[in-house]
């Protein structure tokens, strides 16, 4: 069978972007869900562009916060620039949600009779790229003996399948709780603010990706972090939990972490 022609053409943009290649913290961020890019050849996946504007597409405000973030920190941050439409970044391909046809209530028709070439395909030049420059970069830090500690950052809606979120914040992790329960601790020490301990979403082998293999395989202090999308609608909620997040981060540190305990066994 012939393969398919290149999905991405001269006119799309790159498939991710690098904010303070210069970091010289230990802080490694990501933004999976950064971007709502689809490529000119895949015409829009068909939908509408104002679905394209909600949650359903990206984490709204993210790319904001974790620009102010890594500037704060001296941190290295990576932004995804495509849409989780097109793939996931953040789901191990080959997961039933690595290309969703159906988004909450939202039919994505274009995904739902694809070729296992085209799954393929997306994966090769879209997903694998991204992660691969993570892997560099973490490889490169490693023996220059620059540590890492990685913060996956993703921004939540407030509404999921008619269920209201409480939360303002939300500290995801899986076996290594080390990070995220001082986050917990920090971040619960403000009056008002009502944190999430792995809420909205646990993390797992099947729903994570980014976290699983760049934290917890390669074993460096890790934490998810999802910041509910209406407080960062405009910049100055972005730059208020910018410095936010900057403060607890950089207060988990002050004393040194207690040795790693998980032997990486399957989790559910
Ligand atoms: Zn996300």
New binding site residues.
């Given amino acids: 069978m012939p393969l398919p022609d290149p999905l991405l053409g001269a006119e799309d943009p790159d498939v991710f972007r690098i904010f303070g290649s210069s970091g010289r913290s230990e802080w490694l961020l990501t933004a ?2 950064a971007g709502r890019a689809i490529p000119g050849r895949l015409a829009g996946l068909q939908l509408s562009p104002a679905l394209l504007d909600t949650h359903v597409a990206w ?1 709204l405000g993210v790319a904001g916060l974790a620009e102010r973030l890594a500037a704060l920190l001296d941190a290295f941050l990576i932004l995804h620039n495509y849409s989780r439409l097109v793939i996931d970044v ?1 789901r191990p391909p080959g997961a039933p949600d690595s290309i969703v046809s159906l988004s909450e209530q939202s039919p994505i028709p274009a995904n739902s009779k694809l070729s296992i070439a085209q799954r393929e395909q997306r994966r090769s030049e879209l997903f694998d790229p991204y992660h691969r420059r993570i892997t560099a970069e973490l490889d490169g830090r490693q023996r220059r003996g620059q540590p890492s500690v990685l913060v996956a950052l ?1 921004s939540f809606t407030p509404v999921h399948s008619g269920q209201e979120r409480p939360w303002h914040v939300g500290v995801l992790h899986g076996r290594d709780g080390r990070l995220a329960r001082r986050l917990l601790r920090g971040l619960r020490q403000e009056r008002g603010l009502q944190v999430g301990d792995n809420e909205p979403y646990a993390v797992s082998d099947d729903s994570d990706h980014t976290l699983v293999v760049h934290g917890e395989r390669r074993r460096i202090p890790h934490v998810e972090l999802e910041v509910r999308q209406d407080l960062l609608t405009s910049e100055a909620g972005q730059q208020e939990w910018a410095v936010r997040l900057a403060t607890v981060l950089v207060e988990s540190l002050a004393e040194e972490l207690p040795p790693i305990q998980h032997d990486y066994s399957p989790l559910g």
């Fill in positions: 999976d869900h984490d953040n993703h």
